[in-house]
C-alpha cells in the first residue's frame, strides 16, 4: 500500500468522550456512505448470512415473542452505539435494562434513548433495571434480558461474559474481551458453557462481518496468493483523550472513568484497540502465532504537558494537596510496541501499534508466495481479485448475524476466538513489557499473569496502581 | 558487541589454519598505489581502544609483511597498549583528538585503522583519503546525512586515487555469507517478499563520570550512550543486521517508519541514546522488513538475519529452506582477519577494494532508522539524505575541556528532525 494510502487512516480525534473508538473512523474506510441506513432487505439478501427460515430453537427464550429483550452494560459512547446497531439490527429488539459503574451514565442513557423517536416503543427500562456499581453486571445478569451488550471496560469482560452465560444470557460483547491471561482463559470457560447451552456471544471486531473481507478471506485460505510468508498489521495513531478530576468519585472509580491509561483495566493500547488488526492477522493464519517477540515502550506519554497538568490535579485532590505521587495518576500504559509473531507454518509478521502526536497509520498487509493483499477488499499477484459485491457496515452488520443467529437456532460463538485474538494482544505486550520470547502454549497454558483485581475487593476506594513496565519485567 | 567480537577474534587466534586462504598472496609484492615500492603493509591505527586493537592484531595476523608503525588516540593510557606490544616509537605515537592528522602525515604509513567511535569517521576518512592512504575502517561510519555525505565524497576520491577502502562489516568477508548470498541473488529462493533482522541482547559496558573530568573527554570515553558519538545502539551494532539485508536484496529501503525509547536505561550515564529500536524498511516493490533491537539486560537475546522468497528461506549464513535447499559445508575463517587480507590483497594486486560507497548506504539505512523512531514520522530516504539538515559532525577544532552539555534525548512528539515540517508530507 502506497504511502497516501496509509495515510488517510489517520485515527480522528479522540478528545471526546463518546467518541472514544477510533474503530469508527477505520470502519468509514470501507463502507460507502449510501450503506448508513441498513435494512432488513439487505439482511435478507446478504450472502454468507445465517438462512431467516423457520427454525427457531426452542430453548431460546427470544423466538416465543418474537421479541428479543436487550440488556446494556456499559453506558460510555461505545456502549450507546452498540446499543443503537443491535436495536436497528431487528425490529423484534427491545430495551430493558442498563448497567454502569455510574448511575449518572446509566440515567442519562434511558433518557437520550427515550428521546429517540426511531426506537419509539422500544425503550421499556423500568426504575429496577437501572443498575450501577462494581457489582452492576451480577444485578443485570439476573434481570429477564435475552441478550445482553457488553461495553464496560475490558478488564471485567471475563466475569460479565461469565455470570452472563450462567444466567442463560446471549451476548454480544465488545472487544478486547480482557487484559490479562487469567481473563482470557475466563472468557474461553463462558465460551464453552455458552456452547453447551446454546447461547450466542457475538464480538465487536466488526471486521470479521463485513461482506468484502469475508470473500477475501476465503480466496486467501483457498490459496489465492500462495503459502503466506509475512504480513503487517498497523495502528498508530495521535493519542488519545485523559479525563481529570472530577467531583464525587473515588480514587478507584476516577481510575475505571479514565481506564484507558491503565494497563490492568484497558490492556494498554496494542490490546485495547490494535486488537482489531491483530485479529485480522490470526484470521489470514486461521488460528494464533506460535511466538512472541516485541520490543516497545512509554516515550512521550510521560512528556504530555497537558496530562501531566491534570495529573497533577488529581494527585493533589486524593492527597491532601500534594502532587508528590503524580506520575501514578499520568497512567501506566505505554506508548508504542513493535512486535512480530510468528505463526506456526513459520511467517513472522510485523504488529505495529501506538500513540504519538501528528501521526497516523492503520490497516493490514498479508505476503503470499503468489501475492498479496490489503486484508481488505483485493489481492495482486498471480491471482488478482478486487471485491465489488455489496458494502456493508462490520459495525451493524455484527448485529444482524447475531440476532439472525439467536432466531435460526444457530447461535453463533465468537468466544473462544476473540479469547484467542485478545490473547495474542496481550501476549505481544507482555513480551515487550518483559523484553523476553516465548510460546503461545506456553502463554495459553503456563503464564501465570492475572492483574484485574477480584471482585470482592472493587468498591468505591483507593485505585489500584501498577508501576509502569520497565521493559524487563518479570515473566511470570 | 566490541566484547563479543574480542570473544570471537581470540577464539579464532588458536587456530591456525584460519588465515590458510589470506596467506596464499605473500611474496606477491604488487607495486600499487600508496603501498607501491614497499612490500610491507605500513600501518597507522587511529583509535586504540578495543576495536581498534582487535583490527591490528587481526591485520597483522592476516597476511605477512604487515607492520604497526604508528599510533593515535584521544588518550595515552589508550594507546599504551598497543605502543608496547608493538613497539611503536614515542615520537610515532600521537595523543589528543588532532592525533590523527599528525599519524596520517606520515609518510610512510600506507593504510590506516579507523577505529575512533563513529562520530570522527567522516573527518578522518577524508583526511585519510586526502593524505593517500589505504583505510580500513571500522562500521558504522557515520551519525548523520552530513557525515554520510563526506564518506560518499572521500569514497570516490579514493577511487580517482586508487586507494582502498575496506569496512568492518566482516559479514561482507565470511565465507558463508557470501555463499548463501550469490545463491539468493541466483534466484535460490525465488523473489524477496519478506525479510527480518535483530539485533537484541542485554546490557553493554558504561563507564560513569570521574570527578573532574570534562564534558567532552567523558563523553568520548564513555561513547556509546551519546548519539554524536555512536550514532546510538541501531547504527552503531544493528547496522551489520541492515548490511546483510540490504545485501540480500542488492538494493537500499525507499522509506522507513520506526519506533523506539529509552525504557531501562535512563541514568544519566546513558547519555542520550535508546535502549530499543524497532524500524519497517520497505524496499522496492513496498516489500517490507523488520528490524528490531535492544540492548536491555536480562532480555531474549537473537542476533540474525532471515530473508524470506517466492520459493524459500535463507538465515543468510548457511542454511537455504524450500524448492532448492542446501547447507554451507565450507572452511569458516575469521572474518574479522579475512576481511584485513582482503583488504590487503587488494592493495597487493593493484585492484583495490572500496567499500565506502556501500557502508555508507548502510549506515545511512541505519540513520533513517534512528531518526525516524526518534522523531515518530515516517519517511523517504531520498528526503533524508537530500534534504534532512541533521548534522552531528564533531566541531572543527574540539578540545577535550571543552564543555558539551549532554544533548536531551529525543521526545517523540516533541523531537524535531531538522528540515522536517511537521505535518507536512515528505518527498523526496
Not at chain 1, 426511531?118 to 462494581?134: A, M, P, S, T
Not at chain 1, 500534594?322 to 505505554?334: L, R, T, V
Not at chain 2, 571500522?138 to 546525512?145: D, F, G, L
Request: one cysteine or more; aromatic letters at 8%; hydrophobic letters at 35%.
Amino acid at each position: 500500500m502506497p504511502v497516501e494510502e496509509m495515510r488517510l487512516l489517520v485515527p480522528a480525534d479522540n478528545s471526546k468522550d463518546n467518541k472514544g473508538f477510533c474503530k469508527m473512523e477505520i470502519l468509514n474506510m470501507t463502507a460507502s456512505k449510501k450503506d448508513k441506513g441498513i435494512s432488513k432487505k439487505k439482511v435478507a439478501t446478504a450472502a454468507g448470512a445465517v438462512a431467516l427460515a423457520g427454525a427457531v430453537a426452542s430453548k431460546v427464550h427470544a423466538q416465543g415473542s418474537g421479541k428479543i429483550k436487550v440488556g446494556l452494560l456499559g453506558c460510555g459512547g461505545r456502549g450507546n452505539a452498540a446499543l443503537r446497531q443491535c436495536l436497528q439490527a431487528d425490529p423484534g429488539v427491545e430495551v430493558i435494562a442498563l448497567a454502569d459503574l455510574f448511575e449518572s451514565r446509566v440515567k442519562r442513557s434511558r433518557d437520550r434513548l427515550l428521546r429517540d423517536n426511531k426506537f419509539k416503543g422500544r425503550v421499556k427500562i423500568d426504575d429496577d433495571h437501572l443498575f450501577w456499581g462494581f457489582d452492576c453486571h451480577e444485578k443485570l445478569a439476573r434481570c429477564e434480558a435475552d441478550l445482553l451488550c457488553m461495553a464496560t471496560a475490558p478488564a471485567f469482560r471475563g466475569r460479565q461474559m461469565m455470570a452472563a452465560v450462567k444466567a442463560g444470557k446471549n451476548i454480544f460483547t465488545e472487544k478486547p474481551v480482557a487484559t490479562d491471561v487469567a481473563g482470557c482463559r475466563e472468557v474461553m470457560e463462558a465460551s464453552k458453557i455458552a456452547e453447551q447451552k446454546g447461547l450466542a456471544i457475538v464480538c465487536g471486531t466488526q471486521r470479521r462481518h463485513e461482506f468484502s473481507r469475508i470473500e477475501l478471506m476465503k480466496r486467501i485460505h483457498d490459496g489465492a496468493i500462495g503459502e503466506l510468508v509475512g504480513g503487517q498489521c498497523y495502528w498508530y495513531g495521535p493519542g488519545i483523550w485523559y479525563r481529570g478530576y472530577q467531583e464525587g468519585l473515588s480514587e478507584l472509580e476516577w481510575q475505571c472513568l479514565n481506564w484507558y491509561h491503565f494497563n490492568w483495566i484497558s490492556g494498554d493500547q496494542i490490546c485495547e484497540q490494535h486488537i482489531h488488526n491483530i485479529d485480522i492477522m490470526n484470521w489470514c493464519f486461521n488460528g494464533p502465532p506460535k511466538n512472541f517477540m516485541a520490543v516497545g515502550g512509554r516515550a512521550w506519554r510521560s512528556y504530555n504537558d497537558g496530562q501531566v497538568r491534570q495529573a497533577k490535579e488529581v494527585c493533589r485532590k486524593y492527597n491532601n494537596g500534594s502532587d508528590a505521587d503524580w506520575e501514578k495518576y499520568n497512567g501506566d500504559i505505554w506508548d508504542h510496541i513493535f512486535a512480530e509473531f510468528e505463526y506456526p507454518n513459520g511467517a513472522r509478521c510485523l504488529s505495529f501499534s501506538g500513540h504519538s502526536p501528528g501521526t497516523g497509520r492503520g490497516g493490514e498487509k498479508i505476503v503470499g508466495t503468489k501475492g498479496t493483499s490489503n486484508c481488505s477488499s483485493s489481492i495482486s499477484g498471480e491471482n488478482p481479485w478486487k471485491y465489488e459485491g455489496e458494502h456493508v457496515r462490520g459495525m451493524e452488520q455484527e448485529h444482524i448475524d447475531l440476532i439472525k443467529s439467536i432466531r435460526s437456532g444457530n447461535p453463533l460463538n465468537e468466544g473462544q476466538r476473540i479469547a484467542e485474538s485478545t490473547l495474542t494482544a496481550i501476549g505481544a505486550r507482555i513480551a515487550a513489557y518483559t523484553g523476553r520470547s516465548f510460546s503461545w502454549n506456553w502463554l495459553l497454558n503456563s503464564c501465570k499473569q492475572d492483574i484485574v483485581p477480584k471482585q470482592k475487593y472493587l468498591r468505591p476506594g483507593r485505585g489500584v496502581f501498577h508501576p509502569t513496565a520497565t521493559g524487563r519485567d518479570k515473566l511470570v | 558487541m566490541v566484547q563479543k567480537q574480542k570473544l570471537t577474534r581470540r577464539e579464532l587466534l588458536k587456530s591456525s589454519a584460519v588465515t590458510a586462504g589470506a596467506l596464499v598472496m605473500g611474496g606477491a609484492a604488487v607495486p600499487l598505489a600508496e603501498a607501491r615500492g614497499s612490500e610491507t603493509i605500513r600501518v597507522g591505527v587511529v583509535g586504540c581502544g578495543g576495536r581498534g586493537s582487535g583490527a591490528a592484531h587481526d591485520c597483522v595476523k592476516s597476511s605477512p609483511g604487515v607492520r604497526i608503525v604508528a599510533l593515535a588516540d584521544a588518550f595515552e593510557d589508550r594507546l599504551r597498549g598497543l605502543k608496547n606490544e608493538f613497539k611503536v616509537r614515542d615520537r610515532r605515537c600521537f595523543v589528543g583528538l588532532d592525533a590523527y592528522k599528525k599519524l596520517m602525515a606520515l609518510d610512510d604509513v600506507n593504510l590506516v585503522i579507523l577505529g575512533t567511535p563513529p562520530g570522527f569517521r567522516p573527518v578522518q576518512l577524508a583526511e585519510a583519503i586526502r593524505r593517500g592512504k589505504n583505510v580500513f575502517m571500522e562500521k558504522p561510519v557515520a551519525v548523520c546525512p552530513a557525515g554520510i555525505k563526506m564518506v560518499i565524497e572521500a569514497s570516490n576520491k579514493a577511487t580517482e586515487k586508487g586507494l582502498a577502502i575496506v569496512a568492518g562489516t566482516q559479514r561482507r568477508h565470511e565465507p558463508k555469507y557470501v555463499e548463501t548470498m550469490k545463491r539468493i541473488h541466483d534466484g535460490a529462493i525465488g523473489e524477496i517478499v519478506s525479510a527480518q533482522c535483530y539485533w537484541n541482547q542485554g546490557g553493554l559496558w558504561v563507564k560513569k563520570r570521574r570527578p573532574n573530568q570534562g564534558d567532552v573527554e567523558w563523553q568520548i570515553r564513555n561513547w556509546l550512550y551519546f548519539a554524536w558519538l555512536s550514532g546510538d545502539h541501531i547504527v552503531e551494532q544493528h547496522v551489520h543486521n541492515i548490511d546483510v539485508i540490504n545485501w540480500a536484496f542488492n538494493a537500499l529501503p525507499d522509506q522507513v517508519h520506526g519506533l523506539g525509547g529509552r525504557q531501562d536505561r535512563t541514568g544519566p550515564e546513558y547519555g542520550d541514546i535508546f535502549d530499543h529500536f524497532g524500524i519497517e524498511f520497505f524496499y522496492p516493490g513496498d516489500v517490507r522488513t523488520i528490524s528490531t533491537c535492544r540492548q536491555i539486560a536480562g532480555t531474549t537475546n537473537r542476533i540474525g538475519e532471515r530473508v524470506v522468497g517466492t520459493k524459500g528461506v535463507s538465515d543468510c549464513c548457511g542454511s537455504i529452506k524450500g524448492e532448492n535447499p542446501w547447507r554451507y559445508e565450507g572452511p569458516n575463517p575469521n572474518p574479522y582477519v579475512v576481511e584485513h587480507a582482503d583488504l590487503i590483497k587488494s592493495i597487493r594486486s593493484g585492484n583495490p577494494l572500496n567499500e565506502g560507497q556501500r557502508i555508507a548506504e548502510s549506515t545511512l539505512c541505519a540513520i533513517m532508522g534512528r531518526e525516524s523512531a526518534y522523531s515518530r514520522q515516517q519517511f523517504k530516504r531520498s528526503w533524508f539524505i537530500n534534504r534532512c539538515t541533521l548534522n552531528l559532525l564533531p566541531p572543527d577544532g574540539l578540545k577535550l575541556s571543552d564543555s558539551k552539555p549532554v544533548d536531551p534525548f529525543a521526545v517523540p512528539g516533541k523531537y524535531q528532525l531538522p528540515g522536517l515540517v511537521q505535518g507536512k508530507r515528505r518527498r523526496g
